[in-house]
């Protein structure tokens, strides 16, 4: 028998007739698979085999589907490995049929549209090549326009950059007489909204940036104590006791808010009120509209450090060591629900949602309390000096301390996770996102640290810090989004760092040079801190 015939057979394992002769043990021999082993003659079946072949298939017809799987098993264990080679190819086009081509065919076409529009993007890319029927549901189904919404619904990135970059309006439900865009269209933006996103991350990485400027220009005292921003205002609270609202787009002072007598120390507003609290011992409410004030409440006997008002309920604290628990019926009707004491020095900040209030103190402290009966719950332990900031959200507390340093805690176990160091002075104020934690300190400076690899335990804190941005003086506030820095400070000035419209052209004037500048990042002065008279110490 030459090699290739005996490389084309297979083995098959037979036991000789004469089992009781030791002299003929179990053999494997050669199996030809081109014998064939059924009763037939030049391929057509035997007389017999007809009929016993139809007497199985009445008796297997009439079991039930468990007893038919079971016989067939028992079969197939029977066969040689060729047979089953025959019985794989018989079945493989059985098994796998293209059902999202045959759903068309029978009306479907919105559930082969519905089974695609969960794939990703790369599988969405994917499938497109696999037929041209593929390609036409995909199309027809405009599945690169409802992955882009389902991004868009999911993620703040997405949502953010729709908004900004303006392809918002042609998603969802387009107005009526706005032109549609086609699959096609949809198709290339995907790939443009991935290059714009990482982009983004690029700069934040790189500390490439947009800055803008914003000289408050306070005749007597200045410094920017807080902020809040949206997309079309920034609120700002200065030491010579007024509110100042800016346009987003002229960076002009649009409205200034009087009635504090004492510099404002903290704000937060919503769609209808300001609120803000003052080194004057009040919290004062402003129609965020119109400016007027329409309620002022005297409870504290010292500076309201800190304010947060969230679902009809408001949290101040004081230099007075207190936290005053408020229910906001209206913007005119707050009624004192409950005063909660326990910190031994001024309650620098406050922070709640609905299962803790979070305070953190110049005792060096964070305390947690209960949302809904305002008990006291546990104290969280380790910075060595006053604390002055706090973030609280989830499980997740991030604070910054006149120690220098700042801490990530577990708040169900009190548990410190991480110590952050850098800042070399006081660190003033600290925001996180998921990805994120930005922190101002009176060292000048706003660092980004990586909030993911801060809470991984077996990441060298030499990867934490992604970037050190110079600020012009003692940072006080700031807030942050996936696009931009906002920040103010005590020479005066509030700060926008914007990632994402920033490009090598960009280098231009806006507004009165005195009042409102933009420079690059990249030039940003080195400008001296100024050392003037700041809120409250932290000690």
């Known amino acids: 028998m030459d090699r290739d015939n005996v490389t084309a057979m297979e083995t098959d394992k037979i036991v000789d007739d004469d089992i009781g002769n030791p002299q003929y043990p179990p053999m494997t021999i050669l199996y030809d698979p081109t014998i064939r082993k059924d009763s037939t003659t030049n391929g057509v079946a035997s007389p017999q085999f007809a009929s016993e072949q139809e007497l199985c298939l009445r008796y297997f017809d009439k079991w039930s589907e468990q007893h038919q799987i079971d016989f067939v098993e028992h079969l197939l264990s029977r066969m040689c490995h060729y047979q089953h080679g025959h019985i794989d190819t018989y079945l493989k086009p059985m098994l796998q049929r293209d059902f999202i081509s045959l759903l068309p065919k029978k009306g479907l076409d919105h559930v082969a549209e519905n089974i695609l529009s969960y794939l990703d993007a790369d599988s969405l890319y994917a499938a497109e090549l696999v037929c041209k029927e593929w390609y036409r549901v995909i199309s027809e189904g405009m599945l690169w326009k409802k992955l882009i919404e389902r991004k868009v619904r999911t993620d703040s990135l997405w949502r953010g950059l729709a908004e900004r970059r303006g392809w918002i309006r042609y998603l969802f439900k387009p107005r009526p007489g706005l032109h549609h865009p086609d699959h096609f269209s949809y198709r290339a ?13 690029s700069n934040w990485r790189t500390g490439h940036f947009l800055l803008q400027r914003i000289n408050c220009r306070s005749e007597n ?12 205002k920034i ?12 346009n987003r787009t002229t960076l002009q002072c649009i409205k200034v808010l009087t009635g504090h007598t004492g510099s404002v120390l903290c704000l937060q507003y919503d769609d209808k009120v300001i609120v803000s609290g003052s080194s004057d011992s009040t919290v004062r409410v402003w129609n965020v509209n119109t400016g007027e004030m329409v309620n002022t409440l005297i409870h504290h006997c010292e500076a309201v450090l800190h304010l947060r008002f969230s679902n009809n309920m408001m949290v101040t604290c004081s230099k007075d060591r207190s936290i005053a628990v408020w229910d906001m019926v209206s913007p ?23 299962k803790y209030i979070v305070s953190a103190s110049g005792d060096r402290t964070i305390k947690v309390w209960n949302t809904s009966s305002c008990e006291f719950v546990r104290t969280l ?20 301390s006149s120690d220098n340093t700042i801490r990530l805690w577990d708040i169900e176990y009190g548990a410190c996770l991480r110590v952050l ?18 922190s101002g300190a009176y060292d000048g400076k706003i660092k980004v640290w990586n909030l993911v690899a801060a809470l991984d335990p077996r990441a060298p804190a030499s990867t934490l810090c992604l970037r050190t941005l110079m600020h012009t003086g003692r940072v006080f506030r700031l807030q942050f989004d996936e696009f931009q820095i906002v920040s103010s ?17 960009n280098n231009s004037q806006v507004g009165p040079p005195n009042d409102v500048n933009v420079v690059m990042g990249d030039d940003l002065m080195n400008a001296a801190a100024v050392n003037i008279f700041g809120p409250p110490d932290f000690e």
């Open 189 to 201: 933006l995907f790939p443009k909204i991935i290059q714009d996103i990482e982009s983004i991350e």
């Open 221 to 232: 005292s200045k410094g920017v104590y807080c902020l809040q921003y949206d997309d079309d």
């Open 235 to 246: 609120v700002s609270g200065l030491r010579d006791n007024t509110i100042k609202m800016w």
């Open 332 to 354: 005119s009707e707050m009624t004192l629900r409950r005063v909660l004491v326990g910190h031994r020095a001024a309650v620098n900040v406050v922070d709640f949602d609905d």
């Open 381 to 400: 332990n380790g910075h060595k000096r006053g604390i002055a900031c706090l973030q609280y959200r989830d499980r997740l507390v991030v604070s910054g």
């Open 421 to 438: 160091e850098g800042h070399e002075e006081l660190v003033r104020c600290i925001r996180f996102d998921s990805k994120r934690i930005v």
């Open 489 to 505: 400070s005590h020479d005066d000035t509030i700060l926008i760092w914007d990632f994402l419209n920033y490009n090598d052209t």
